[in-house]
């Protein structure tokens, strides 16, 4: 993994760096703007913790590249619900749903079959609430029993979504329409009871944002010290990642085999009514803001990491964005934030140790100069 702007280049015409066009192995020159090039920066909210200014795949299963996407996704999803829930409660009828059916040994044939069921819920719903708005967030989740594989029931693949009624809708009326469209909606054989599915009011929007958003990919689940676990024997993508680096290797060809299967599937998608709500709430909450200015809303952390630090922390970044998460957001540990800061303005020779022992939470106590002698 590379920053963006040590991929840039320069010629006589300006700043350009290298691009390949869709659908070809040919690369051209990409001019841009210098001043445009983004900086390598570690950012905190309450949604979670990334670095940006980093060269990413977009790949939702990606350990490095998908914990920025999530932050934007729980954001997304947690202004929708506070808007709901809030100026506009009893207008509404949110719901969080689970759904599931049963493991399979090939998880693309489970990813399919759980994609036509939900076009099935969603035209039950626009059909029995038609006339009012619906609005769709929706994140596909699988856990893991490699120990079952032989039994052809590795892969447990389900759908974690939102669903927001206009009006009042009852729990039970809601969830029998779904669970009678989800159970009907198959086309694969496969086996669905209606054990497995859940629907619940919505009422804590923080934290079922962050898990919904970190559903769609790994996001949240490794940029936050919320690691899920699965149950009952089963794991969880990072669980699997854990088992490898443990020294696994039947795990990391099950990665592997996994990955092929969700190559090009849409892990997280949001309705157009959704993002209609969104535009909604965020032009009452510039309303709002422009109302009440005394009122300052938190916005997090950003650090602008040197070029001299680019490698070490690029090299430890899950750890570091875990632990700028912990300090900052959960322990609002300030002084030792600041005590980052100042370690990444000098150049000890020792940068990959210190940084170690600053995620760890081992530096705490130190002064600030502390640092000095370490320069060469």
């Excluded at 669970?179 to 009011?201: C, L, M, P, R």
Aim: with cysteine; charged share 25%; hydrophobic share 35%.
């Amino acid at each position: 993994m590379y920053t963006v702007a040590s991929l840039t280049k320069e010629d006589a015409e300006g700043v350009y760096t290298m691009v390949k066009e869709k659908g070809s192995k040919e690369r051209r020159k990409c001019y841009i703007d210098p001043d445009k090039v983004p900086d390598m920066v570690l950012k905190t909210s309450e949604y979670g913790s990334t670095i940006t200014g980093l060269q990413t795949c977009d790949n939702p299963q990606c350990v490095m590249c998908s914990r920025s996407k999530a932050m934007d996704r729980a954001e997304k999803i947690n202004t929708v619900l506070e808007w709901v829930n809030g100026r506009h409660s009893g207008q509404w009828s949110p719901y969080f749903v689970t759904l599931t059916v049963e493991r399979q040994a090939d998880a693309r044939t489970a990813v399919q079959d759980i994609q036509k069921r939900w076009r099935a819920v969603q035209k039950a719903l626009q059909y029995r609430y038609k006339g009012r708005k619906l609005a769709f967030s929706r994140a596909v989740d699988v856990t893991f029993r490699p120990d079952w594989i032989s039994r052809g029931q590795c892969y447990h693949v389900h759908l974690h979504c939102i669903v927001i009624v206009e009006g009042v809708a009852s729990q039970s009326e809601v969830r029998g329409h779904i669970v009678k469209a989800w159970k009907g909606g198959g086309d694969y054989s496969i086996k669905v009871d209606e054990q497995g599915q859940d629907v619940q009011e919505i009422r804590d929007t923080s934290s079922l944002a962050k898990y919904v958003a970190k559903m769609g990919g790994l996001g949240l689940e490794l940029a936050s010290s919320q690691t899920k676990k699965g149950r009952g024997g089963s794991l969880s993508l990072p669980q699997v990642l854990e088992s490898i680096i443990d020294g696994n290797t039947k795990n990391r060809r099950l990665y592997r085999e996994y990955l092929d299967m969700m190559k090009g599937v849409r892990t997280m998608s949001f309705s157009k009514e959704w993002n209609e709500l969104l535009k909604a709430a965020k032009a009452a909450a510039a309303e709002d803001a422009a109302e009440d200015t005394a009122e300052e809303k938190k916005k997090g952390y950003e650090l602008v990491i040197p070029p001299t630090w680019w490698a070490v922390c690029i090299s430890m970044q899950s750890p570091l964005v875990q632990a700028a998460y912990l300090y900052n957001e959960r322990l609002h540990d300030t002084p030792y934030m600041r005590l980052l800061e100042r370690l990444l303005t000098i150049e000890p020779p020792n940068r990959c140790e210190l940084l170690e022992k600053w995620c760890g939470g081992s530096l705490k106590g130190w002064h600030l100069d502390a640092f000095a002698p370490c320069q060469h």
